[in-house]
């Protein structure tokens, strides 16, 4: 029988009322919980957003965080008793205390909020870069060298007296770019104690390849070099009238001369003379085996009476402030000027044309006394410095990532764009005076090439890391500065062993990539700033060559001005760190040699 045709019982009739029944209460109960979870929602709603805004606020609140816990290099500087505001801007207290460092506020004219308007977007943060070398940590990067426990100390021994009564007056002519004369200066002062001389503030060298018409009050701080070596040599602005229309005598200090020459030789000229003329200043005194009272005396007229002058001090400390706005940055001294690869006869790179150029600069400068030179010989004896191009490959092979901004410490680069492009491609952040400062500000100094090097000297001293493409002597005198001041980080490029590797590269036997990076990485693992005694001279070489071989007073005063401070370590500590600093000291030491 079918369901339809099979007749109704009063059982069904109770079962359809339970399903109905059911079905009734299965709706309402639906309809209660869908009432339920609309009311849930429009009060979860709110509470989500009030949540989601609570995380917003907890991640600024994390990222201002960050910022704090990570200050820019500015910010850190001034925890570090090693890093200096400004290059001259410190006294000295004893040795076994603490270094004091004192600041001088800019003027409101060159204040920090001056900012140039054509100045290039900041980087972002620099902490880790994919380079071929592997993943290299930029704290390792930017890591001061090892051993930095040596600071100044440079006061006179309780020997040392106020000048006598002096026997004459010394007139010093400088000669060279802004390194030999400042480095000239200095040893002329010394000279002045050792032969009882008042000198006159020195005339700066208008007749070089510069024709730069500056005088000392126009680059240096001419009263506080007065006033600061008052108790070592007397100094006036000018010779007395009544000595003026006298009989002076012009002598040409021989090179590299001992204590001895200068006290019995010269010092014998007063018995005539009244007034004493150096034609020259630079490399006038010897670099070593000088009583220890006269070395410490070079280090005070170099680096406390030898300020520049305070429009330059000024200009070159918010220099550095604004590259400090971009982090941690480089001074690369590229020494690919004109007047440079015409001395040195290094054409590599260069046109025809170009190097056609160079040669007729090198023969019509008379006191340039090398004429023909073979080019290729020199680059393959390290004696020519590295190319902008070279200097790219350089830097990224050490690991250095293509935001790292860089100050360029030279003049106008030779060839220009053409010869900058390759390493702007790879470095793109390539900062200089004149785009780090408008045109009005740099005016004052435009015209005078010393004045323009000394903002690159002070650039150069406050960088983080400064890498001198040449051995010259700015790099010399920047290099000892730094040393100075805390053994600050100085790269030195082994030019021989680069420009083998760059020949390799050049013929399609060594390609960019880690071989490379590890190779350059290996060999200026000990060129990187670290204390070492002063090198002496080439094993092997006599006489005059073997004093004009060794390493120069002004680009590593230790051990003369430099003292390693007291430990509170055990006695047997102090010996093994001294054991291994004198390792690591003949290291570098060797490999210097190698460079030269």
Known sequence: ????????????????????????????????????????????????????????IALV????????????????????????PTQHEFNYQKLSAEKKWTEEVAPPHLSKQQSSPHLPKAPVSLHKFDGASGNLDSEKLWKLPEYRDFVPCIQPSSNYTTPDKTRGYLLVRTNG???????????????????????????????????DTSNFSDVFDEDHFINALANDVKVVKKLPKELS????????????????????????????????????????????????????????????????????????????????????????????????????????GLSNAEAK?????????????????????????????????????????LGFPSETPIFIAAGEIYGGVTHMADLRSRYPLLMSKENLAS????????????????????????????????????????????RFLGHRKTISPDRRGLVHLFGQIEKGLLKEGSKLSNRIIEIHKNLQGSPRRRGGSVPGTKSMESTHSEEAFYTNPLPDCLCQRASQTVNTSIRESNRKLDRSMQKEQLLLLKVL
């Open 61 to 84: 609140g994390l990222l201002m965080g960050y910022v704090h816990v990570f200050p820019s290099p500015r910010a850190s500087d001034s925890s570090d008793p090693h890093k200096l």
């Open 245 to 348: 229309s006298g009989t002076k005598i012009v002598k040409h200090f021989k090179s590299m001369s001992s204590f001895k020459y200068y006290r019995d030789v010269i010092g014998s000229l007063w018995e005539e003379y009244r007034v004493i003329r150096a034609a020259k200043s630079d490399s006038r005194l010897t670099n070593n085996n000088l009583p220890s009272d006269i070395q410490k005396l070079r280090c005070r007229a170099c680096y406390e009476a030898l300020r520049f002058a305070p429009q330059i001090e000024a200009m070159g400390k918010l220099l550095v402030e604004r590259m400090r706005s971009y982090g941690h940055f480089i001074a690369l001294h590229l020494r690919y000027e004109k007047d440079m690869l015409a001395y040195s006869g290094c054409t590599h």
């Open 1 to 56: 029988m079918s369901i339809v045709s099979r007749p109704f019982r009063f059982k069904d009739r109770k079962k359809g009322e339970r399903c109905f029944l059911f079905c009734l209460f299965y709706s309402g109960r639906k309809k209660m919980i869908q009432r339920r979870r609309r009311r849930m929602v429009a009060v979860d709603k709110p509470r989500k957003i009030l949540v989601c805004t609570v995380c917003v």
């Open 439 to 482: 045109a009005a500000e740099l005016e004052p100094f435009t015209n005078h090439s010393s004045q323009m090097a000394a903002l690159d000297y002070i650039l150069s001293v406050e960088s983080d890391v400064f890498i001198p493409s040449y051995s010259g002597n700015m790099a010399g005198a920047v290099e000892g500065h730094r």
């Open 177 to 211: 770019d802004l390194s030999q004369m400042r480095t000239g200066i200095c040893d002329m002062v010394a000279v002045a104690r050792i032969i009882n001389a008042t000198l006159v503030v020195p005339e700066l060298d208008k007749r070089s390849f510069w024709r």
């Open 357 to 397: 150029e160079l040669e007729t600069i090198r023969d019509e400068t008379a006191n340039w006394k090398v004429k023909e030179i073979d080019a290729t010989e020199q680059r393959y004896r390290g004696q020519c410095p590295l190319t902008p191009k070279e200097v790219g490959i350089f830097l990224n092979a």
